[in-house]
Structures are given as structure tokens and as C-alpha cells.
């Protein structure tokens, strides 16, 4: 298990980490290829999945390697 940070600044117990690729659409309805950081959240009661946009993920888990 790992300490991180998300991205409303709240800490989070993970199980898992990986870096996966996403089509989201432009302004202009074109689709592009973003990077994203999927993690297994491990909360007191369930776990669930939750995605991070990977340049903000690395800006407040600098030391966390994906």
C-alpha cells in the first residue's frame, strides 16, 4: 500500500498505480490521446477507482514513481 496525495489535496491509501492512455475531446470536439494515472483507492469501507490527470498527479506526488 502507498501514501498519495490527490488531486483536492486529500491523503489516500492506494493498492495499485498505472499510467494508461485516454481519448478526451478538445474545445473544438476534436479527440486527443491524454496521459492519466489510475489508482486503486483503498477507503474504510470499499475500494474504487479513481483517475488523475498525470502532470497534476506528478506535481503533488513527486516522489511517487508510476
Do not use: A
Amino acid at each position: 500500500m502507498l501514501n498519495i496525495i490527490d488531486t483536492d489535496n486529500k491523503p489516500r491509501v492506494v493498492r495499485t498505480i498505472k499510467k494508461i492512455k485516454h481519448l478526451i475531446k478538445d474545445i473544438n470536439g476534436n479527440e486527443i490521446l491524454t496521459d492519466f494515472v489510475e489508482v486503486m483507492v483503498v477507503g474504510k469501507e470499499r475500494e474504487w477507482i479513481q483517475y488523475y490527470p498525470l502532470e497534476d498527479f506528478k506535481k503533488l506526488n513527486p516522489n511517487v514513481s508510476i
